[in-house]
């Protein structure tokens, strides 16, 4: 029996130990989490980091379409642009070897030449620049904001420079730009080395053909890379957007701020309208004297009437319960209102009509007896 008793007992106490181990385990501050970012970003927060120009956005399809479309115009408008130059060239060369070169030959010569450039490269900026806005908006839509440009000091902190210069988004940059010169380099090459049998055939043939053989192969070229950094340029814009979207979450207090900040703290907001009821009760404790009768319950109930030939109906200028009604009593008391008891009508008056509002014709009979009784007990005091 000893024996029993001492390992039962033991067997308690390990048990006890045992669950004080476990709750200290599982026991832990829910309120350690509220910090992590692991919500998603409410409608408010995503307006207004699209207002300070926070979107989605990646500059490799910008990059990619702006190539294409500028190379696809030269391609298009290169034979034009060719005879353009090669048109003023022979120009220059002709008609402007003088004895004497003036500063209205030079004049001449840049006026020229700025009006075959106007001719020459305008098309193609044209045409970068409407690709360029046409993509950012197909991105991004349109959001027209100043914020990025507005001083942040910030950015020429020397600590705040070295701390993005070895962050998650440069590494990320840095190995994209790797993998780009990688792709690139590797294209040029395996072109350059299909291409090498046509560069014998350069010397042989006229000038104006080798230009053109030698644009047809930039051309090529171009396409087959872009090709490839559109594909790069995709994967690209989905890892903007998921860094955007993981950049935006916030955490559990963050929402609760924000509720406070649109809806109002429910403290201040309590606070304002107890002060709103006490100011509103101080208002209704001042119209009482101004009343004809008060309808009470006798003790639970009690309706403040007031009527003259100016009104319509009788009108309730205050009503109560309990504590409320008892106050109205007093109040009526002290002016000397009289005060009638009426259960079923000071029920009634109380849940039909608010302060301020005229009674109802269900209650017109009700109320024109009380009225009566007071009108005729004033005159008997009189």
């Not at 034979?79 to 402007?96: H, P, Q």
């Not at 509720?259 to 209704?284: H, N, T």
Request: aromatic share 10%.
């Amino acid at each position: 029996m000893g024996c029993t008793k001492i390992f039962s007992a033991s067997c308690l106490s390990f048990n006890e130990v045992r669950i004080r181990h476990l709750n200290t385990i599982t026991t832990f501050d829910l309120q350690l989490f509220a910090g992590e970012k692991t919500e998603e970003a409410t409608p408010k927060r995503k307006e207004e980091a699209r207002k300070k120009g926070q979107v989605a956005k990646s500059m490799e399809i910008n990059s990619v379409f702006v190539i294409v479309a500028a190379f696809f115009t030269l391609k298009v408008i290169g034979s034009y642009i060719f005879d353009e130059l090669a048109g003023y060239m022979k120009f220059v060369f002709s008609n402007l070897i003088v004895d004497d070169f003036t500063i209205t030959t030079v004049q001449h010569v840049f006026i020229g030449f700025a009006i075959i450039f106007l001719k020459t490269a305008l098309p193609v900026m044209c045409v970068i620049l409407v690709t360029a806005l046409s993509i950012n908006f197909a991105q991004v839509g349109f959001n027209f904001t100043m914020e990025p440009l507005i001083p942040n000091f910030d950015k020429i902190n020397p600590l705040s420079g070295f701390g993005r210069l070895f962050s998650k988004r440069s590494l990320v940059e840095l190995f994209k730009s790797l993998l780009k010169i990688a792709i690139i380099g590797g294209f040029v090459y395996r072109f350059m080395m299909k291409q090498t049998k046509q560069v014998p055939t350069l010397i042989s043939v006229e000038l104006i053909d080798s230009l053109h053989l030698t644009a047809s192969l930039i051309l090529d070229l171009v396409f087959n890379i872009s090709t490839v950094l559109f594909i790069m340029a995709v994967f690209d814009y989905m890892y903007q957007w998921w860094e955007n979207q993981e950049s935006m979450k916030m955490s559990k207090e963050d929402i609760k701020q924000e509720f406070k900040q649109a809806e109002g703290d429910p403290q201040i907001k309590g606070k304002i309208k107890a002060r709103q009821r006490a100011m509103a009760m101080q208002r209704m404790m001042q119209d009482v004297p101004k009343a004809d009768v008060v309808v009470t319950n006798p003790t639970h109930f009690a309706v403040a009437l007031k009527y003259d030939q100016n009104m319509l109906a009788p009108v309730v200028v205050a009503k109560g319960q309990n504590l409320i009604a008892q106050k109205i009593k007093e109040i009526a008391k002290d002016h000397k209102v009289i005060i009638v008891e009426n259960k079923m009508l000071a029920r009634a008056l109380y849940a039909a009509v608010e302060i301020s509002h005229p009674v109802p014709h269900e209650l017109y009979q009700a109320v024109a007896e009380v009225l009566a009784y007071v009108y005729k007990l004033k005159k008997r005091l009189s």
